[in-house]
């Protein structure tokens, strides 16, 4: 539909619209029939498509998806389509080939057909662009579209734990030696009362450094 504004022409709403499941369209367009879809299609309708049938080879030998299309009983085209590699791609899939260890299974997804696959995989990313299916069906949802985002994601979340695991040692480092200081050791070893107020300060001191660790994450470069 771009393209077909890009060239200036004008779209027409049509008349009928039936969408087949794995085969393709049919529509009623200013009276004409048109269909849209592949070989089963159009062999099912009765069209013979031995005339095209080198061209659709090409096609499919460079890696795209052939659709013909046939108007009022005769084939008009064959439209080649492909999705075009994006920017990052392939530093991406280096990346988590170098992170794999077998452990894990992250499905990467964007469209209606990988919501299956994100729902059951252990993490399921939805890329920017993801339809609404798609973004419900992940764990998580990255912002932008760029496959490198993955990565980062994974990185960002290993950062994360890491830091989880920091606190939760100096949390209970910083109790069990404080506990039995208020506990009365103190007096035992010093003759010393430790005061409630001390006690307020010593936890909110032990808070301040578990948010204060955690606000370095800001500073992670991934």
């Not at 498509?49 to 795209?64: D, H, Q, Y």
């Not at 280096?94 to 990988?114: A, P, R, W």
């Not at 103190?186 to 578990?210: H, K, N, R």
Request: aromatic share 6%.
């Amino acid at each position: 539909m771009r393209k077909a504004r890009e060239m200036g022409l004008e779209l027409e709403e049509p008349e009928e619209f039936e969408a087949i499941t794995g085969k393709g369209v049919r529509a009623k367009v200013k009276g004409r029939e048109v269909l849209a879809g592949n070989r089963k299609l159009l062999a099912e309708n009765g069209f013979s498509i031995s005339n095209v049938e080198e061209i659709l080879r090409k096609l499919e030998g460079e890696g795209k998806t052939a659709v013909i299309v046939a108007i009022n009983g005769r084939v008009a085209g064959i439209i080649g389509i492909a999705d075009t590699i994006k920017e990052g791609a392939k530093e991406a899939i280096e990346e988590l080939h170098s992170q794999e260890k077998g452990e894990i299974v992250i499905f990467v997804g964007d469209g209606i057909n990988d919501a299956p696959a994100l729902a059951q995989a252990n993490v399921g990313i939805a890329v920017g662009n993801a339809t609404d299916v798609a973004m419900e069906s992940g764990d998580m949802v990255l912002v932008r579209n760029d496959p490198r985002d993955v990565v980062k994601a994974i990185k960002l979340s290993q950062k994360t734990l890491a830091k989880i695991k920091q606190n939760i040692f100096w949390a209970m480092f910083y109790n069990t030696v404080l506990i039995p200081f208020a506990a009365g050791l103190a007096f035992v070893l010093f003759g010393i009362t430790f005061q409630p107020e001390w006690a307020a300060g010593a936890m909110s001191l032990s808070s301040v450094s578990v948010v204060t660790n955690s606000l370095l994450l800001k500073r992670v470069r991934v």
